[in-house]
């Protein structure tokens, strides 16, 4: 039985958007990395969907007002918590996804050493049957 | 049945697709289910000419599978509702079946146009109209569709679904505009098929930067187009554009699938054949007279792809271009470019204070475009320091994946430099 998990990566501590002061090997370990990884999961067809998200810069924080009408500059989280992109695999046990989490975890940082960010995992939960919706 | 008889299949589908729907609208006249009628005809030949062989009059066959599944969907539809007389209403079947004899090729290539036309109709909105373009007109399905924009299946059938009631709604006939039709609506297709082609050659977010199927598309229909209007120069532009932009496709991006921006690709690796096919067509557009914006662009295309080294480039040709362009078009995008012509021409002190203009207008405040351009003047002006800085803004600003790794390593490039 496969299931679907979402694993959602955080900044790194240093914070949103870190990376931009980086030296230019380390940036290319890292997007090296990632774009391997995704190749990889590919390949074992464990991988549904990858999206990195734009820095926090662009966000935008939506909630309707009173009138209905949307406010935007809500509070934000701290940068460190913000999320930087995400993953959604299938695989044959939690096992699998906690794995595939601890690999993206360890992507390549600052001097190659590994950034050991944060990767929520949770379940992508299962729709009705198709006859039933 | 191999790869290619495979490949020549569908492509002769493809070829097939408008036409077929073009000659079955003509005789039922309902958009919706002529569509459904036709993509259950290709559906049904992708399935049976690899086996079976394909048919010695290809459109003829499509276009009478075609026509039956409508009949038996009115009488299915009729039985159900005990109004058989509604059949008998519709034009005889047998009568259906009889393909047009006299100016069938004609027929065909206006029917082409016609449709093109009909699914670029300016009431529709933008992205609706080119998910029809490609499924009517391109004959891909919707799958496909959805999975080059990368929406799910769903959305964009409901997409297509809502853009052929609109159709319907308003009452547009299926008939072969009048010339002053098609010059008005002619600018509407053409967008329509430039931005299919865009979103194939940079796709507007995402991981991967093309998206071949689309842009290999977009030159196909456009080239349909060129066939059937080959006296309209913008047709005849816009071919060169995209056959002189995609002939550098294979430089423009690393293992890695990082970009490579123009002056430092591997000129090796652009196809020659379509360089020289989009020069020839441009050439022979450009001394006809009246100008205009598609061909502009692919002239200043056409002097990039001929240098054989980026310092070979005829930057001055290109600012007298640009300067041409932007007395044709108000797109601020055009004054960014000519400001980077101005600064190979004329040094990046030069092009920087163009860009001080730009700022007061604010029109590009959005986009981190303005950003990307002044670090690189920046660069080439020696302040790398504040070259760094903007580079690195534009890295935050940009959406595209690609783009921003490529910022981020010309930022981190001067950076490490510096120190």
Redesign the interface.
Known sequence: MKMKYMLMMNSPREGAGSIIHWPKEDIHAHIKFMVGFAKKLSGTGELLVAEGLAFPDQAKRVRAGADGKPITDGVFPESKEFLAGYWIVEVDSPERAYDIAAEASAAPGRGGVPLNMAIEVRQVMSGPPPDMM | MTESSHRRIEHLLREHAPRVLGAVLRKFRDFGASEDAVQEALLAAAQQWPRDGVPEDPRAWLIQVASRRITDHVRAEAARRHREELVVSLVPPELQLVLPREGDELAGRDDALVLLFMCCHPALSTATAIALTLRAVGGLTTAEIAKAFLVPETTMAQRISRAKQSIKSSGVPFQKPTPEETGQRLGAVLHVLYLIFSEGYTASS??ELHRTDLSGEAIRLTRMLHTLLPEDGEVAGLLALMLLTDARRAARTGP???LIPLDVQDRSLWDAGMIEEGVALISATLSKGSLGMYQVQAAIAAVHDEAPRAEDTDWPQILALYGVLMGLSDNPVVALNHAIATAMVHGPEVGLELLKALDAEGRLEESHRLDAVRAHLLERAGRHAEAVAHY?EA?????S?PE??YL??Q???L??AKS
């Open positions: 995402g991981p890695e699938g990082e690195r890295a935050e600003r940009t959406t994946l921003r790794n981020l390593t930022a981190a490039r950076n490490d």
